[in-house]
């Protein structure tokens, strides 16, 4: 007998959660799974999995509407819903409550904790609070990291035992360098000849993207010899897109940073890079790094939980600690002056990738969806 399975995610943009999903939905094998999808149906999302699961419409987007509560609850009492499975704060709280009115089990993945979220003091405050009532009615919680993990039970007092860890995937057979051909987006962006840095994320603060500029333009300082060879591609969108536009035009990195704005494929993207950079703040574990990880690329990371936890400094990146522009642009400096250790260091992440895997990724997933039912091999 098939579980009937729904998602819930609020889909509002394409992102890690909806990233995430999205392989989920796609490789979940379909003679065990009825896949039901409840978001908003409309962009890349909705595409990449509509021919994979049914949709139904949900706008999730105003942040209090409790009808949606009952919205939920009618889809899955109409539709014979199993398990619910959310991801994002909203999604995670009207699909918690309404669950629990249906007599759903209810499954969240918690990429980041609310404290983690980007918002107001007043608002984190309320999302808190909220948050707080939901949990109290989710079955189990996948998280991506340990030091996640550790944040649901000591700072959530979520049971250790609803705690499920499952690293982010990443598709080693999509992410193959070997099957790339970086000539298309080198004359897209005129990186011939050139050396070719990037970033790939959202732009917001968690990023750390001022300390990038602020770590190019000691490169340069300290090498103004790169000046016409060096280029630092920025692919993304977000809130502070013209801030960091700003701060790169004043200090006279017009000429050596390209905003790419938001790519459509990432290992194109990434395929043209000589060296991948992320200078993040506050990651949980993020998709970028494992996909960079893969394309084999030399990477320069921040030495934060949600990356030292993917990668070794030294062995698979090298790591500097966050808001340091000096030891960012040293690093960097290194490899750019280092071929064969750069080359290493690539090597080295590829075959880590491994362990991160979409196969490992589904089948540790339906291991929770089966302890949470009690169907199939937990049964």
Same mark, same amino acid.
């Given at each position: 007998m098939k579980t009937k399975l729904l998602f819930v995610i609020e889909n509002a943009a394409y992102g890690g959660g909806e990233n995430v999903f999205s392989m989920l939905i796609r490789a979940l094998p379909a003679g065990s799974y009825d896949i039901f999808c409840a978001s908003l149906p409309r962009g890349r999302f909705y595409e990449e999995v509509r021919g994979r699961c049914r949709f139904l419409p949900l706008d999730l987007t105003c942040r209090f509407d409790l009808r949606n509560m009952r919205r939920l609850q009618n889809m899955m009492s109409e539709n014979g819903i199993t398990l619910a499975h959310s991801q994002g704060a909203r999604a995670d709280f009207y699909c918690a409550f309404a669950a629990a009115a249906a007599g759903v089990t209810a499954v969240a993945t918690v990429p980041m904790p609310v404290e983690g979220f980007d918002v107001g003091f007043l608002r984190k405050q309320v999302y808190a609070l909220l948050n707080s009532r939901a949990e109290k009615k989710i079955s189990g919680f996948i998280t991506v990291s340990r030091h996640l993990a550790v944040a649901l039970a000591a700072g959530h007092g979520v049971p250790v035992e609803k705690i499920h860890i499952i690293p982010n995937p990443v598709d080693l057979a999509e992410f193959d360098p070997a099957?790339?051909?970086? =000539?298309?987006?080198?004359?897209?962006?005129?990186? %011939? =000849? %050139?050396? !070719?840095? =990037?970033?790939? $994320? %959202? @732009?917001?603060?968690?990023? =750390?993207?001022?300390? @990038? &500029?602020?770590a190019l333009g000691l490169i340069l300082k300290k090498e103004p010899g790169l000046g016409e060879k060096l280029v630092c591609l920025v692919a993304g969108a977000g809130r502070l897109d013209a801030v960091l536009k700003k701060q790169a035009e004043a200090a006279g990195l017009s000429g050596n940073m390209v905003f790419c704005g938001e790519v459509p494929a990432a290992r194109d993207y990434l395929g043209a890079l000589d060296i991948f950079i992320m200078p993040s703040l506050l990651e949980g574990q993020p998709l970028a790094l494992l996909e960079a990880m893969a394309m084999g690329k030399a990477i320069v990371a921040t030495d934060i939980p949600g990356i030292s936890e993917t990668v070794a400094n030294g062995q698979e990146a090298l790591l500097v600690p966050p808001e340091d522009p000096g030891r960012l642009a040293q690093a960097v400096l290194d490899l750019l002056h280092d071929a064969p250790a750069a080359a290493c260091l690539g090597q080295?992440? %590829?075959?880590?990738?491994? !362990?991160? $895997? @979409?196969?490992?990724? &589904?089948?540790?997933h339906e291991a929770v969806y089966s302890k949470l039912t009690g169907v199939g091999e937990y049964g």
């Open positions: 099957a790339f051909d970086a =000539g298309p987006m080198k004359e897209k962006y005129l990186l %011939r =000849g %050139r050396l !070719a840095l =990037g970033v790939l $994320g %959202r @732009l917001e603060w968690q990023k =750390g993207y001022h300390c @990038l &500029i602020e080295n992440a %590829r075959e880590k990738a491994r !362990a991160f $895997g @979409l196969p490992e990724f &589904i089948k540790r």
